[in-house]
């Protein structure tokens, strides 16, 4: 028997247990930060649907509120894990219907601004927070977004402002003051969800955008460039 102390109760943990309890292996206490695993010598095969990627859903649900949109995302039948980030859209300006295994998103495009902030599961992801500072860009006021759970993880406001966007780090807070619109410029993504943000900046910014390093938004979104050409969105990749 094994006791793990201090384990992340994040959805991608919880169902990783889910799918060690469905080919045979021991667990107590999944969902909390202790689990218990007991030894079991019968592990077998087992099929096991996962669930859909909650980052890569709340980068397409950051976008649709920047951009005029109606669409749907598919592949969504349960809420429960994206509710925080739902929430932050809805301050946004984001109209949301749930229907059965998918959502029905509506945006007109204007971003209302806020104060928010990042923080452990359940509350707002940190791997979106630069998708969300880029979104901000577009709000008509200022905003501020504050980072609780990494530091200096605010590479994104290097590129934005070479797009000419408004923001500005103090300590573990960017704020983020109203920006007529980014214009398109050569950007680089630094890590995953950053190049997910300049990606994000480009589509909301006059001109063309050109992104460099796109390696690291090939490493967590499988096709982004299609998912978003599928729904209107101007492309071009060499991924």
């Not at 102390?5 to 667990?27: F, H, Q, T």
Request: negative net charge; glycine residues 10%.
């Amino acid at each position: 028997m094994r006791r793990l102390r201090g384990v992340a109760k994040e959805p991608e943990i919880v169902e990783l247990c889910n799918y060690l309890v469905s080919i045979g292996v021991l667990i107590e206490g999944i969902g909390t930060d202790i689990l218990v695993v007991k030894g079991t010598g019968n592990i077998s095969c087992a099929d096991y649907v996962n669930v859909y990627d909650r980052i890569v859903a709340g980068t397409y649900l950051l976008i649709s509120c920047a951009i005029p949109s109606d669409i749907c995302l598919l592949g969504i039948d349960e809420i429960h894990y994206i509710k925080n980030i739902l929430n932050v859209c809805a301050r946004l300006g984001l109209n949301v219907v749930k229907y059965e295994d998918y959502l029905h998103v509506q945006s007109g495009g204007v971003i209302y601004p806020g104060d928010f902030a990042t923080g452990i599961y359940p509350e707002f992801p940190t791997d979106l927070l630069p998708v969300l500072i880029a979104v901000l860009t577009k709000a008509n006021g200022d905003s501020s977004v504050m980072e609780t759970v990494f530091e200096n993880r605010f590479s994104v406001v290097n590129e934005l402002k070479k797009m000419g966007g408004n923001v500005c780090v103090d300590g573990n807070v960017v704020y983020i003051g109203y920006t007529k619109r980014l214009k398109g410029h050569t950007v680089k993504a630094t890590d995953l969800r950053q190049g997910a943000a300049m990606v994000a900046a480009g589509l909301m910014a006059s001109g063309n955008t050109t992104i460099t390093d796109v390696s690291y938004i090939e490493r967590g979104y499988e096709d982004i460039v299609s998912d978003l050409k599928s729904v209107g969105a101007r492309l071009d990749s060499e991924l």
